[in-house]
Structure formats: C-alpha cells, structure tokens
C-alpha cells in the first residue's frame, strides 16, 4: 500500500509507504531519532508528551470525527473510548516509568560484598514495533506507546487497516513534540504487519 508521506512540524516525513523496504527504512529513522531521545532526560520525555496530549485534548473533535467515520461509532462512544484519557495515561506511566527507570540500588550481602555497591539503570530497547487494534485505534494504543516513548525508545506503528486514520492521526500528534522521526507510521495489511 502506497501512502502520500506527510510531514511533520518540523518538516520530517513520519509516513512511510507499506512494504518490507518502507518498514526498513521506518526502523532506520525511529533507530537515528532514538539515539538522541534516550540522551533525553526523563523529565523533558514526559513533559514533550503531556504537550501533545493536550494537544489531543484540544483538536478531540478531529479524531471523534476520524473514528465515527471509520468505526461507525457514535459521538458519545469516541469521545470517552478515544479522545479522552491521554493525559491521565500520561500521568500514570510517567509514574511507572520514573520508578523502574532507576538508577535503583540493588542490596548486597556486607559480608559477600564489603565496601560495595550495586545499582540496576534500565536503558533503552531502540525502537519498538506496535500493531495498533482495530477497534481501539487510539486508547489502545496508550499502553504500549506511551511507555515505548517515556522509555527512551523510537516507535513504529503499522495502524489497523480497518482505522488506519485514526491511529495515523495519535501518532501525527505526538510526532509534533517529539525529535524528528522518532515515531513512524507504516500503513498496510497483515503482511506490512509480519515484516
């Protein structure tokens, strides 16, 4: 499936077409992007994407748009399953994620291991591969996203292609506070998903 790459604020594509050469290349950029946002402090990661939260917040009424058309679900429906809830899904995994980030110390045996200490400092994975669900376009997507993102890690995401305009459009909006190419939109059927 071939898309029209679309540019971000910032001028970089986070489009790319579907096929195993568009989801290399998808890899490759949310890999370079990752590189500089794992050097960012944690702080500054949760504070880049409360901004884009709230900027859902404020344009809402686009993706309940975007999933009415798509998934045939009534106003009501996509306002409380889709356009709300992404700050408080901020909110929560900044706090999970600040406290299994660490650095956090590990307890040794003073008789084993005297004068010593240990500490356990999670890093980064580099980018992570997301298949967003079909019939949760865009809350399903804060349980796996969010942390990816607060981690340090780039994503790529391969949308549903049954509300791919949906998912495009979260990761449109959290590509608008976030380094260049960090997250990646790959659209497609099973097969982009496999690759």
Same mark, same amino acid.
């Given at each position: 499936m071939e898309l029209t790459p679309r540019a971000t604020k910032n001028g970089v594509r986070n489009h790319v077409n579907g096929t195993d050469q568009g989801v290399r290349t998808a890899v490759s950029r949310a890999r370079q992007a990752a590189e500089i946002w794992a050097e960012t402090p944690l702080d500054r990661r949760i504070a880049a994407v409360e901004r884009a939260a709230k900027r859902m917040l404020a344009d809402r009424d686009q993706v309940i748009a975007?999933?009415?058309?798509?998934?045939?679900?009534? @106003?009501?429906?996509?306002?409380?399953?889709?356009?709300?809830?992404?700050? @408080?899904?901020?909110?929560?995994?900044?706090?999970?994620?600040?406290?299994?980030?660490?650095?956090?110390?590990?307890p040794l045996n003073p008789i084993g291991f005297p004068n010593?200490?240990?500490?356990?400092?999670?890093?980064?994975?580099g980018?992570?591969?997301?298949?967003?669900?079909?019939?949760?376009?865009?809350?399903?997507?804060?349980?796996?996203?969010?942390?990816?993102?607060?981690?340090?890690?780039?994503?790529?995401?391969?949308?549903?292609?049954?509300?791919?305009?949906?998912?495009?459009?979260?990761?449109?909006?959290?590509?608008?506070?976030?380094?260049a190419g960090l997250i990646q939109v790959v659209q497609g059927d099973g097969s982009v998903g496999a690759a």
């Open positions: 975007l999933a009415a058309a798509e998934l045939g679900k009534c @106003d009501v429906e996509c306002v409380f399953n889709e356009a709300l809830g992404a700050l @408080d899904s901020i909110s929560n995994w900044s706090k999970v994620v600040r406290a299994a980030v660490g650095p956090n110390r590990v010593k200490k240990a500490t356990i400092e999670l890093v980064p994975r980018v992570v591969g997301i298949i967003a669900p079909w019939n949760y376009p865009v809350s399903g997507l804060y349980r796996s996203i969010l942390p990816a993102l607060l981690t340090g890690n780039g994503v790529v995401l391969k949308p549903s292609e049954y509300s791919p305009r949906s998912s495009a459009w979260y990761a449109e909006q959290l590509a608008r506070e976030l380094p």
